[in-house]
């Protein structure tokens, strides 16, 4: 397998990463509002969801590519030696790097800031916090489909 390829699979993957994350936790907080009564039309949600991804969707980006960089690289090292588990190893590996990463950016701020401020206000759900790591699975799937079977060595 080429660098050239495992580097724009993971750049690919990253920018998945960033844009699904960073429109879920747009809907999740929009949810919240409506659940105590605002009223939000579909022009509302969509302008939020394109401002937050110019505005978040950079700095997700860079949060999940380093959280990505580590779990793609840890299950990279898992599943050459179990290559049936390639696809399931990626989508959790993207999974629990989004979980991971928002609980960086939490602990940072409490650590740094002495602040219980969440960064992330999606993430005080479970559920919530659910629809985020999805976008995180979803970016791990793509990683391993994107690389293709690994090829053997003789």
Request: zero cysteines; proline letters at 2%; a neutral charge.
């Given at each position: 397998m080429g660098i050239l390829r495992i580097i724009a699979s993971f750049i690919a993957a990253t920018v998945i990463g960033a844009i699904?994350?960073?429109?879920?936790?747009?809907?999740?907080?929009?949810q919240s509002l409506i659940a105590i009564g605002a009223e939000i039309s579909f022009g509302v949600r969509l302008d939020a969801t394109l401002r937050d991804l110019s505005a978040v969707g950079p700095i997700?980006?860079?949060?999940?590519?380093?959280?990505?960089?580590?779990a793609f690289a840890t299950t990279g090292m898992i599943v050459r030696h179990a290559a049936s588990l390639r696809l399931l190893g990626y989508t959790?590996?993207?999974?629990?790097?989004?979980i991971a990463a928002l609980y960086a950016i939490q602990w940072l701020f409490a650590w740094r800031l002495?602040?219980?401020?969440?960064?992330?206000?999606?993430?005080?759900?479970?559920?919530?916090?659910?629809?985020?790591?999805?976008?995180g699975a979803i970016a791990g799937l793509a990683y391993a489909q994107m690389l293709g079977q690994p090829t053997r060595r003789a």
């Open positions: 699904l994350v960073t429109a879920a936790q747009t809907q999740v907080n929009l997700m980006g860079g949060v999940l590519g380093l959280g990505f960089l580590i959790v590996a993207g999974a629990a790097a989004v002495d602040s219980i401020i969440t960064p992330f206000a999606a993430t005080r759900s479970f559920a919530g916090l659910a629809v985020m790591a999805l976008g």
